[in-house]
T-cell receptor
Framework: AQKITQTQPGMFVQEKEAVTLDCTYDTSDQSYGLFWYKQPSSGEMIFLIYQGSYDEQNATEGRYSLNFQKARKSANLVISASQLGDSAMYFCAMRGLIQGAQKLVFGQGTRLTINP | DSGVTQTPKHLITATGQRVTLRCSPRSGDLSVYWYQQSLDQGLQFLIHYYNGEERAKGNILERFSAQQFPDLHSELNLSSLELGDSALYFC?????????????FGQGTRLTVV
């Protein structure tokens, strides 16, 4: 079965430090996509970064990078030089075939708090 | 702004009632997904439509139904509402059903059942 696991319910980081949010996934498919979303306290879901299963290079978007280790089935989000505005819930997601149908499945999320 | 529009933003209704949540996908996006997020919970996949056809169902209750119209907007109908249906309901759209296609979310509809 397809599953996303985020093992860190909460993280506290000092401003300007780098932070790594963990995500592992379980799939037997060869083709899949991995995504990270940010959900601030206002509630909206903001797309941050995407990594395709066939991409050989790790994805990068500004201060966000995705540390993709296919053999370990992990897709950790790295935020460099954290800012107070980075405080939010972060969700890892995977698009893949589940029970014969394509779905976008989310992990339980990690609540990141940036301290000044 | 993701380009996905959900209305209404907030909805308060009584138990036993029926409500309709509306989603307008980004221009050109054929896929629409619905998710439910209860308090302090992750996102639970409800249903996926592509170009008017239902493609996948998740943990959607029989009291809930959805459809996607020819103009590609989608509606999620929730009936016989219970207190436990109070949640944030998200719609997301994507260009296609390709594995490598990101989905963009609307602002969500916060439903409160009293």
């Amino acid at each position: 079965a397809q599953k996303i696991t985020q093992t860190q319910p909460g993280m506290f980081v000092q401003e300007k430090e780098a932070v790594t949010l963990d995500c592992t996934y379980d799939t037997s498919d060869q083709s899949y996509g991995l995504f990270w979303y940010k959900q601030p306290s206002s509630g909206e879901m903001i797309f941050l970064i995407y990594q395709g299963s066939y991409d050989e290079q790790n994805a990068t978007e500004g201060r966000y990078s995705l540390n993709f280790q296919k053999a370990r089935k992990s897709a950790n989000l790295v935020i460099s030089a954290s800012q107070l505005g980075d405080s939010a819930m972060y969700f890892c997601a995977m698009r893949g075939l589940i029970q014969g149908a394509q779905k976008l499945v989310f992990g339980q999320g990690t609540r990141l708090t940036i301290n000044p | 702004d993701s380009g996905v529009t959900q209305t209404p933003k907030h909805l308060i209704t009584a138990t036993g009632q029926r409500v309709t949540l509306r989603c307008s996908p980004r221009s050109g996006d054929l896929s629409v997904y619905w998710y439910q997020q209860s308090l302090d919970q992750g996102l639970q996949f409800l249903i996926h439509y592509y170009n008017g056809e239902e493609r996948a169902k998740g943990n959607i209750l029989e009291r809930f139904s959805a459809q996607q119209f020819p103009d590609l907007h989608s509606e999620l109908n929730l009936s016989s509402l219970e207190l436990g249906d109070s949640a944030l309901y998200f719609c997301a759209s994507s260009e296609s059903t390709g594995m490598n296609t990101e989905a963009f979310f609307g602002q969500g509809t916060r439903l409160t059942v009293v």
